[in-house]
Structure formats: structure tokens, C-alpha cells
């Protein structure tokens, strides 16, 4: 894969390989060379270095003194953590939009659309993508610079562990698309005690499953 020279170019090795980590098509502990990576991506050795500081800002590398920068890991005690912190963040942003008079949700309808459109053709990545456009989506009207800032910061390594809750066999990817589609619905209906419910279970369900799967107590399944 390469990429053209353009004021945005870091952002998109960042975001190339952040998806290969999202994926799991880069593993835990995995070392990235940055030699091998920009002579794959035909870019130069100093944006690749710049790529890996907004990824681990992103919280899904470290990088370890004389080592490089490796893959963070995803122990159980981790996923819960995120897990946790993730559900009270979101649920805090979604009640303020519940709380708002009449805020601009297109966003959010239009990425439920296009996460119905991935279910059905059982596109994994799409409903991840979609997941990430509807959480995004959902800062905009906030303008809490602060609340998006850390959400933002969040968000990739959340996708992770979705991506993880997906080989789960107890689990139905439609799940996903009816969490999001209550959620607005209770955001619309300024429900607040409701998007409080309704996010603190998904992702209450959404920590025990990936648990679940890091301990290897379940076999891995594709999306269908």
C-alpha cells in the first residue's frame, strides 16, 4: 500500500496501521519497524516515527526504550478498565445529548444506515467503521472540546476490543446495530435514564465477552 505526499500523510499511516491493529492483523506484542513499514507504505522513516506517537497516543502501541514500538497488549484487567472507563464517557456524552433541546443527530442516523447496510452484508470492518462514525458523530453537537478530546483519544482502542467481542460465538453482530439504533432512539426521546441503561449494559456485555475471548475460553467465529 502507498500513500501520495499530502499535508494529511501521518494521519494516514496512523490510520492504515491502526486498522491492521483493530483488525488483528497485527498481534499483540508485535514489533513495528519503521524501515520495513515505509518501504511497504513508499514513505519516508520520519512520518512513520510521527504515525507511531498519534498511535500510541491512541493507546494501541508502546513504545519501549531499545526496543521500538511494539503492540499493546490486551490483557483481561485491561479490557475491563477500558471497558468501564469507555462506558461511563459515552454514556455521559450521550445523556448531555438527550439533555439538548434539539441537537443535530444526522450524523448518528446516517451511520446506522450504513451499519445496517454492513450487518447485512456481513462486513465486519463496515460495522466497525460505522460504530466509530456514530461515536464521533456524537461529539459534534456537544462541543465540549475537553469530552471529545479524550473520547477521540479513546475511541481506536475501543474498536479493539469490539473487533475482539465479534469472535465471540454467544454473539450476533446485529446486536451492535440494535444498541445504536435504541440509543438514538432514547436520545432523540431525551430518555436520559434510558441511554444511561442502554450503554452501561452493551458495554458491560461487550467486557465480559472480550474477557472471555483474550482467556481463550471461547473459539474464535467469523461475522456472518
Known amino acids: 500500500m502507498s500513500f501520495e505526499p499530502a499535508t494529511t500523510l501521518t494521519e494516514q499511516i496512523a490510520d ?19 524501515l520495513r513499514v515505509a518501504g511497504e507504505l513508499g514513505v519516508s522513516r520520519g512520518s512513520v516515527r510521527e504515525a507511531l506517537l498519534i498511535l500510541e497516543s491512541r493507546h494501541l502501541i508502546e513504545i519501549v526504550p531499545r526496543r521500538g514500538a ?5 490483557e483481561s484487567n485491561e479490557i475491563a478498565d477500558l471497558s468501564e472507563l469507555f462506558a461511563e464517557l459515552q454514556s455521559l456524552c450521550c445523556s448531555k445529548l438527550a439533555g439538548m433541546s434539539n441537537p443535530d443527530l444526522s450524523a448518528l442516523a446516517d451511520a446506522i444506515e450504513e451499519m445496517s447496510v454492513a450487518v447485512n452484508a456481513g462486513d465486519a470492518a463496515g460495522v ?3 460504530r466509530r462514525q456514530f461515536l464521533l458523530g456524537s461529539l459534534i453537537p456537544l462541543n465540549n472540546t475537553y469530552l471529545s478530546a479524550v473520547l477521540e483519544g479513546l475511541i481506536p482502542a475501543g474498536l479493539r476490543i469490539e473487533r475482539l467481542v465479534f469472535e465471540h460465538p454467544s454473539y450476533d453482530v446485529r446486536d451492535t446495530l440494535r444498541y445504536h439504533q435504541a440509543l438514538l432512539e432514547a436520545i432523540v426521546g431525551h430518555q436520559v435514564d434510558r441511554v444511561q441503561e442502554l450503554v452501561r449494559a452493551y458495554h458491560g456485555r461487550e467486557k465480559k465477552l472480550a474477557v472471555g475471548c483474550r482467556n481463550g475460553s471461547t473459539d474464535a467465529r467469523r461475522l456472518r
Not at 16 to 34: C, F, N, V, W, Y
Open 70 to 74: 511494539v503492540v499493546s497488549s490486551l
Open 128 to 130: 466497525l467503521m460505522a
Open 16 to 34: 492504515h496501521l491502526g486498522t491492521e491493529i483493530i483488525s488483528g492483523r497485527l498481534k499483540p506484542a508485535t514489533r513495528i519497524q519503521e
